[in-house]
């Protein structure tokens, strides 16, 4: 072990410093937690999972060997938002996005997504695979009234044709829901696997699974934390029993690589829920295992 | 998602009135724990449980579909229990629990199992086949000169009749005991699988195992939150590693459809040691997967 | 003591049922919290408020001897609110204000007292008296850019004419603030005690000084309960320390007895980070403090 | 300092090995906690005082200059009870108690305090001055239909006739309290404090007035822990805001030296509920506090 | 259950007295915590593992049926060390283990180990075998510039020949590395296998890789409580996310049976980031396993 | 409110980036905690109180109107430390300090403060008047065997001639000492004031003595938080109750103006013990509590 003990490490993503310039993958935190509709405090993830972060400083990932330090990486610090206004927000974050050529957005609720979508699949001029992970399938028309929150966001994705139904897989789906909410996704050609299905099937099958779904085109992942169960990752907002084991989730991920990544989003870490910081370690060290995959491809 | 948000829901079983009238599958609290030996406060599980059961108020079953809110479902708030005094108390609870048709029993500890099983094998006139998920046996003749605690519970049970040791499954089972405590049930043919059971065959095995030992006669199911690992389920006084996932417990209900169910207890939620909810989460998801395990067979 | 143990007590205010018909005084919860701007989760507050008021259902004010049980009390639930939208929000909630006669709110964030004095006003036909207690003072003219949000309350109450500044009195103030927001609220006439000042002159030198700003008019109190020190609370969004102790603030409203009462709100409770209820209570007790003082009168 | 760091310190009071052996002063734990009617687990609380007890080991007291290394004390472990039941747990106190010459009881609840008090009247032969120190007046003469719970103990020892009424000092008492209640000790001649009283005269005055009620018998010390403010105290069953402050209490033991003690109990501390050990710590200082105040007279 | 209950259980471990004198297996608390490089506090570890192991000390072993009351054990309380001094304190340590026959050490951090090493090779005359369980592989030749720490034992147990590594096995294996240093010890013939490894191959295979690597001499086991995932283990210092279950670990253990064990050390338990003392409590439980793993083949 | 939301606030103290120059005050962290004596992890102090200090950022101090965004701060990140090393730490320690000129650190444990005063009475060319805020002296000899821990940090500075006794003054002390310790240093002209002396004079009269015994020169201002009560500050490593209320604490500093400050060290914050942020709230106030105090001398 090289530099400075974790407990000094600085607390951009990783230990990078903060910069407004963009690098080949740039990590961002979006503070907006407003439309949530459980408990509260998504805003203070990212600081969170930064922090967390300082545990994966040194060395490489231990199975790819791919070290972040080799890679063009930054840290952009937190996104602008308009307080107290989800759609301006929105606006803000899309705006800020489409700055950025290839972002891991550290949330936030997961209502961030949508802008994120937006902004991307304006850049690479078509729909998008996506790869969501999640306890909710988050594809409700709207929640307790409000038309954009947390709990709508491929709803809206799908119907603005900013992901590809056909080449949508959602893993992890587990909570209560309507029973035509549940069949609106599948209905226009979403993949649904839920944790039970992944626990009965194993993990490489759902690997294989995912991978079939997102083909080769350009891809996104958006995961939710409350994918993995409470006992994994209790600091979230709306957490729901029977989830996935961390393990599952870095497996998954790392059966993911070879495809076209072209974004990522890590949402929903509440850290006044989380004990001993072990929800935003999951969060930053899935947000790392990301960055190993993508980066693994970029040296061939 | 309609109605209002999870914050905002009202504080009875999946956001019920509290009601003095029993329906169909009736829910109440009994906040006895004086009977306990290790860490205390299970009085207060009933009104956790309920809390947490915010989470699940909205929409059907994910696999079932069935919608708890197209049931007869009442919470009638928390029996009465005589402080200080265990035998009192399981007296009231006997009293309480007789007047009603199907009950579904927050804890409280363990000890309230004794006099809801009198109740209802006096009402169902025979002994009753008992899913019985827990850590510990229970089958302690007394528990440190206690002789009605929350340790000698299905000692009791099977000595006065009210539960066939032949149909009676113990699942999850993992704690020191006294050899002859171990040999005692199995002796009376009692079927007993450790929680290292069901890790290793897995819980398909588990369930046609249960199956198989309860039988199509009335049956009750008595779920201890501590047959959790406490990874899962801190919240509880007498935790022991090793313990169920909650998917696997999720599975198991789902698993017992179609058999003749006659209530249910959830027991040992100790909400002074759960972090962010989880346990009383599990708890209440639990109970939830029973009403909707057992609504599913009302319609037909 | 009757009734039941304190643990088993159903959780409305003070153990009352909910109902939709106002009393004499009729307490309200309002969640929103989404104009916030530090650490989030006041939503929350007061369903904590409600759970800790238990300890305060059996028997009387130990100095007043009034017993909340003889009064004219209803608890009316949770106030509808936009998710996600403060001004639809704060419409809403000027709405349901404006129906209840004498009205107690539970917060929610310190946004939700512009609405309530909006219909307060408007219910008196004048410009109220104001007893604002708090680290704050809430006269920014924006937050980060946010018009409407919590702290901003004031600045728009004086400037709608909503409250008298010359019968207006700021208790417990200390945080950082710009000069010129420091001096706005003097300037026009407000008079402004720092947490300092009580701590220097005494409780009682505060109360004589309160009753003298207050004056015989209808009046308002404003309770945030960031104006005690962090240890006495910790459970709130932007706390300072060096504020009031529980004790103080408890002396401060039985010094209120016999001025024209015509509403109270205690705001900022954010249970995720309280520890062991000690927040919630102290949000409970000094709520049932107005009660019992306010209930003094009513015999006369 | 010398010694062990107080990381290994040996887990009994004060570093003191166990024994059965009195000595001059002896520590025993009484694990009661079934009488209890809000939060539970003072069961927990003997272990944890003794714990927290190791900040207090190395050297003398900083203002009496009596170091305990020099006292003759000892460490009887705990109490038996019997489980589940409180009257013969009071009969097996009782019978403990008789065989220690001066005893410092670590609760549990305060129920335990009758029986420390039928025997130690016995073994003076005569009424005891008591100096109780509590949020709560404990005169009830039963709660929620338990004659001997923790509410109702001074009610039962002034029947009894083990304290003198007229030679009783309340201080602290601030809980809602029924009008008939509150009056019933006064009327018997007990002195009554409340906390507001002793934040408004002064702890020097409180000193005086508290020494004069005592006289010079034989006198008992019960210091419940909710006397204190949450703030400082929060491991407590049924806190009550505007309590005294750590310091406070601290000056009334200090001021009480050279009366004529017989015994003390520190009761109520429930570790589920406190924070950072800071209650335990409490209640280990105040006991400390004790022993070093009656032992300073010991040398004379 | 005989005896008293868990909560008056006395402090050693198993409810052990303490004592100087050595038995068959010997229990001692090593507080060593001044080399951690991220989370502090394992110092509190030994004491907060013995209070857990009050929940096993009544009864035998659920499936070995091992009473550890009927085996030759001592608890020694904690090792002296040096404050502030790694290399004084791993002298002492050195010391203090060379006098113990069969030694089970509470750490404390994982730096302890080496010393415990020195001492058991020398003892046996040749190099032991290893069963490292950990999320590190603590291969490091130094820790950010400290040369003996708790991620360079094995390093310097290799080097200096007190262990052999082709009788060494590692599993759990899972946190970031330099290349280079996840090379040193396969390189000298050391087996690893990784949390995922486990995952994927399941339990049973894991233990037949271990026995065959570790063969018939002399062996030693470590026990890293990170081994296990933080959703089971949060109270440690460096946590990594994707490791064991508690139950595979206590598989594994008891999978050990009938090989030459001489020793064992479970290290890096931090109580203050332990939630309800979950990890305390795996540790005590992976410890009690070693005992009843090695006391079952005492009586042949 | 101008900027950004707390929430979004980057990590340096007050907001600052993270610089190698230093500014007319500079603020940095000794994250050294190896020669603490009873709970760990005083490492984690300086980032904590980091992020606690963004509450701070936005505006004047309310009562000197001093803007600490008008003055020259710097914050230079972490001091480099040799881990597992006290002396080789201290010798470290000197030589950055040495590099500025007018230092705050932020602990890191109270050890750090000695190379602190070495490093600067060679600055200034002679011994420094010493404001000494604790509940212990830290003038023992030495601590439990280590020469140069976080106990005998004074008794160093005395002896080697860093500070002058005479212009000593100690307030807050209330531990538990040895009586030979207690006379050392007022014996060599130290004014030593209780937490009950201030409680008992008030803080008015505290400042008063303080500046009369510190005079003219220059002078050092070393805080530990644990001199504030438990309640305040339960996040440290050796609490003792009876302490300051983090209101005195700041008046007590904002007394302290005008005198010729040369630094200042905030130490002994402890983050895991903290409960929601609150004792690095203290810190992070009473560190710019000085910066103001400072700074509003600057202009003159």
Redesign the interface.
Known sequence: ????????T??GFLGL??TTTPAALSVA?I?L???T????????GP?AIR?AS??????????S?V?PATLSLADL??F?I?????QASLALIEQQAALIPHLLALGGEHGVTLPLLRALARRVGQSLALLHVDAHCDT?S?????E??H?SVFFHAINEGLIDPHRTIQIG???????E??AWAPARGVTVL???DV??EGI?ATIARARAVLGTGPAYLSFDIDAL????A??TG??????L???QA??LIRGMAGLDWRGMDLVEVAP???????TA??GA?LAWEYICMVGKDWGK
């Open positions: 072990m090289v530099g400075v003990p974790t407990f000094a600085p607390p410093p903060f935190g503070p937690d407003i439309g509709t459980n408990r509260a405090g998504t805003r203070a600081q922090a300082r545990m994966l400083v040194d060395g490489a990932h231990p199975v060997g070290d610090g937190e602008a308009a307080l107290g206004d989800i409700w709207e929640s307790f009234g409000q954009y929150g709990g789906i587990r909570a209560t829901v309507q029973t909410v549940a839920s944790a039970q626990h009965a490489a169960d409470p006992a994994f209790p600091g709306t957490p729901e029993i029977g989830g084991a961390s393990w870095q497996a006044a829920y989380d004990v001993s910081e072990i370690l999951a060290t």
